[in-house]
């Protein structure tokens, strides 16, 4: 299972990385989340950077749904798909690949967008490890709630309108404890802070654990 | 020794409509079987179920001893299809394609590089991403594909689709080296005077069913007293050339 899983990961993040959607499309929206969202709150930098963490990991949340989007269209050609059930790849494999794959993108996406944060509010974390952890956890909890529901739209031709209203709703607990964490770690409040990440771990477990289960229903089902 | 494939009173539903009402089928391996029949017949169904991607829902359908009204997906990585849409990733190079395919059973990678050169993929044909290849070139990538599975059964569904006269007759060199290997195929086909000579039967399906079934080329080529002598045969499903 584990090698199929680096094996798949190896697979879409090469394909990611010759299309470069991330970079150029993914990353940019990320950014124009954060850009208007500030706008929308205004020019006094107290509400900005209030809302610095919430800002964050809605830019975050809304560029999952385009990471899992593009993550699921890799594999919608009848070919491809036919081609990966074929392909002798446990179900369980595919799933972990596919949701590490998102995972290091969102990653990658989290660094970036909290620099253009911390340039646009004028914030700085006082509790690295916190953010750290909480972003880790999160981002685990999002690429495996993301990639799973990717595969229960995926056999639709509405998918993609459909994907967002599917995921966002479920993801919700991931965009309240991340910006709780977050905050906390801003303020240097490690305490209040852990409070939020016995959320996000048993988010990212449950979604890991049923993904791995039900991943190949899912794909045979679509 | 037990068929590669057996078939008796197979259907098969896509969503509530019957693409297999009732199919007996039975394949040797070492045996090269060709399914003709009009638009709609049932000849990619009966392929895809063989390849455990349609669930056979009443009837027998064993493939390679694998009983696949109990479990379609344990089959899947013992055969090869090659459908109308090829199984490749765009961004990928021809080598990237093959490499995945044959890492996803844990074959060596050397098996993909050996399939690659059978197929003439070198040089920048090898290197390009398949999303810039011709449709004849990716289905020499998909076909590279499956010869370094080396699958024991090979599902070929209108395989001569958008190959060059060299690339048809490299195929045909690659079906008779993998029955002659043990492998066991079944072609479907709309080109009969491509595919009859290939095969060891040929079998018609109309409306999901096996309609009628007679000797192909080889079986002919075989029997011809001398071989030579005879060039040509026919059969119900009318002329066609003996290679």
Redesign the interface.
């Known amino acids: 299972m584990w ?2 899983a680096l ?1 798949v990961a190896g ?1 879409d993040l ?2 990611e990385a ?2 470069r959607v991330a970079l150029w499309q993914v990353v940019p929206f990320a950014f124009l989340v954060l850009l208007l969202l500030s706008f929308a709150i205004g020019p006094d930098q107290s509400p900005l950077r209030h809302a610095a963490p919430g800002i964050f990991w809605i830019a975050v949340l809304f560029s999952t749904v385009l990471a899992v989007q593009r993550s699921v269209s ?1 594999e919608s ?4 798909r ?8 446990d179900p369980a494999g595919i799933f972990l690949g596919k949701a590490a794959a998102v995972a290091l993108q969102l990653l990658v996406l989290q660094i970036v967008l909290w620099a253009g944060v911390t340039f646009l509010f004028d914030v700085r974390v006082h509790v690295v490890w916190l953010a750290v952890v909480a972003s880790l956890l999160a981002t685990v909890g999002l690429a495996c709630a993301g990639v799973l529901y990717g595969a229960l739209s995926a056999g639709l031709r509405v998918r993609d309108t459909l994907l967002p209203i599917l995921v966002l709703p479920v993801l919700a607990p991931v965009l309240l404890a991340g910006s709780k964490a977050w905050e906390a770690a801003l303020d240097g409040n490690a305490g209040s802070g852990t409070e939020w990440l016995r959320i996000l771990i048993p988010f990212a477990v449950i979604y890991l654990v049923i993904g791995v289960v039900l991943y ?1 229903p899912l794909q ?1 089902a679509a | 020794m037990a068929p590669v494939v057996h078939f008796r009173a197979a259907v098969a539903l896509a969503g509530r409509f019957p693409a297999l009402a009732g199919v007996d089928l039975s394949l040797q391996a070492g045996e090269v079987v060709v399914v003709v029949g009009a638009n709609g017949a049932g000849k990619t169904s009966l392929l895809r179920a063989c ?1 455990g ?1 349609l669930p056979v829902t009443s009837g027998q359908a064993t493939v390679l001893g694998i009983d696949l009204t109990e479990d379609s ?1 344990a089959v ?2 013992h ?3 090659l ?7 765009d ?2 190079s021809a080598a ?1 394609n093959v490499r ?2 044959v ?4 074959l060596p990678v050397s098996a993909a590089d050996a399939a690659l050169e059978r197929l003439g993929l070198v040089g920048r044909l090898r290197t390009t ?1 398949t999303g810039r290849l011709s449709a004849g070139q990716r289905r020499r990538v ?1 076909l590279a594909g499956l010869v370094a599975r080396r699958p024991a059964l090979w599902l070929l569904d209108e395989p001569h689709a958008g190959l060059d006269a060299p690339s048809r007759s490299l195929l045909g060199d690659l079906i008779s080296e993998a029955v002659s290997d043990g492998a066991a195929v079944l072609l479907s086909s709309h080109e009969p005077q491509l595919s009859i000579p290939l095969s060891d039967r040929v079998v018609s399906m109309g409306g999901g069913r096996i309609t009628g079934e007679e000797a192909g080329g080889r079986r002919a080529r075989l029997t011809a007293l001398p071989a030579e002598d005879s060039p040509s045969g026919t059969g119900t499903m009318g002329a066609w050339h003996v290679a």
């Open positions: 090698r199929d094996l697979k090469r394909i010759r299309s890799i050609g009848e070919g491809t036919d081609g990966l059930r074929l392909s002798g790849i190949g045979e | 390849a991607l997906t899947r990585r055969v090869g299809l459908g109308h849409a090829a199984p490749l990733y961004e990928l990237e995945f395919a890492r996803s059973l844990g991403p998909a």
